[in-house]
């Protein structure tokens, strides 16, 4: 499980994410897991795959 405040995600990321800020996924990033956030942006050819929950993580 991963806690932050900001993430970028250029490469693989799996499991439970809880981001209270903003998450970026870059056009080569993949998400896969249950992931909470606060704000994302997703660029072109970057994927997000499984349980998304929007609004600020605890």
């Not at 405040?5 to 800020?21: C, F, K, P």
């Amino acid at each position: 499980m991963a806690k932050v405040e900001q993430m970028r995600v250029n490469g693989r990321a799996t499991g439970t994410i809880e981001v209270s800020g903003i998450l970026s996924v870059g056009e080569t990033g993949q998400i896969d897991g249950t992931i909470r956030y606060g704000r994302i942006n997703i660029a072109d050819g970057g994927s997000v795959t499984g349980t998304l929950q929007t609004g600020k993580a605890p």
